[in-house]
Every structure is written in structure tokens, then in C-alpha cells.
């Protein structure tokens, strides 16, 4: 199975992932500080800081290089100077202490070496107040996504959210390929 790129712009994905409903039924408003791991080309980041407007801020990372090069010209072409690119991986990257409003993670908690040190540097990451947001694939096969040996269940991600100290507050289906996982402190 070939991998596609999914930009922030990308109409094909868009048919079944609306970035700004996602994050605005997560609690994302104006002056929020939002946090994207794993951020690839900023399919979330962009509707984030168009969300968060210019009195919030949007850090995304990725480890790809070339995506956060394309996301910082798409976020410069759009004059989007709350939108923070920089290369990180998710278990090496702690962007702040207790400063963030959500922590972001569109489908790839599955993708990192290590989840559990990703969830906890995440958890250091919130303010008191802040919510941890998965989304991530349904456990089910499909014509497209990650194997299904590489995907994490529901449960098993909740348990991994838990295992951190997170509490649950929901945990739904996000349209036909995805489920949504909010947590707070």
C-alpha cells in the first residue's frame, strides 16, 4: 500500500476529515495556545491558527523535515505569524511547561517509538485546565491508513491515555475511519 501525503488543503481527505469541526468540537476557540505532534504538512495546524487567531498560538512539529518546510511556506503565504513550525520528535519534544490549551495528536499516536513517553510529555505540556485530544484510526481494515497490525484499538488507546494520568472525558467515533479520544488532567 503506497502512502499518500495529506495536505491541509487536500480535497480528497476533506470528504471525510473536516480539520476545523474536529478541533472546534474539541474546545478549540480564539486565544487558545494549541499544540500539534506530529503535525506533518498542517492538515490541523492551519485550521488551528486560523482558529486560535493571531491572540493564540499554534506550535506544530513533526520529525519530516520537508513537511514542516511546506507548512511554514503555506503559514507564511497565509500570514499565519501565530503558527510555530520546528523539526521535533514527540518523545524528544517538550514545547513548554503547563502552557498549552490542547495537545494534538491527528492520527499518529500509533506512529511513535515510544507512545507512553509522547502522552507524558504532553501531560507536562497542559496547563491545568488543557485537554489531550487523539484522534487516530479505527481498529478495521480499509483501503487506506496504517496496516491494521499498526493501529491502535479504542480501548488500547484509552488505556494508554489513562496509563499517563489522564481522565477520559469522551471517546466517539470522528466520521466513518476515525474515532476521537478528549482527556484532561
Not at 487516530?136 to 499498526?150: A, S, T, V
Amino acid at each position: 500500500m503506497s502512502k499518500r501525503r495529506f495536505l491541509s488543503n487536500d480535497p480528497i481527505r476533506r470528504q471525510w476529515q473536516n480539520p476545523e469541526a474536529i478541533l472546534s468540537d474539541a474546545g478549540l476557540v480564539s486565544g487558545m495556545t494549541f499544540i500539534d505532534i506530529g503535525c506533518g504538512e498542517g492538515f490541523f495546524s492551519i485550521p488551528a491558527a486560523h482558529i486560535v487567531g493571531p491572540r493564540g498560538q499554534v506550535h506544530a512539529f513533526d520529525i519530516n523535515e520537508e513537511a514542516i518546510h511546506q507548512l511554514a511556506i503555506q503559514s507564511k503565504e497565509e500570514q499565519l505569524d501565530q503558527l510555530f513550525p520546528e523539526i521535533g520528535t514527540g518523545e524528544d519534544t517538550v514545547l513548554c511547561e503547563g502552557g498549552a490549551d490542547m495537545v494534538f495528536f491527528g492520527i499518529d499516536l500509533h506512529d511513535f517509538e515510544d507512545p507512553g513517553k509522547v502522552l507524558k510529555n504532553a501531560k507536562t505540556m497542559l496547563n491545568l485546565t488543557g485537554v489531550l485530544v487523539d484522534l487516530d484510526w479505527k481498529d478495521q481494515p480499509m483501503e487506506f491508513g496504517p496496516p491494521p497490525e499498526k493501529r491502535f484499538s479504542k480501548e488500547k488507546a484509552i488505556g494508554l491515555i489513562e496509563s499517563v494520568g489522564f481522565q477520559i472525558v469522551s471517546a466517539a467515533d470522528a466520521g466513518p475511519y476515525h474515532y476521537c479520544i478528549i482527556a484532561k488532567l
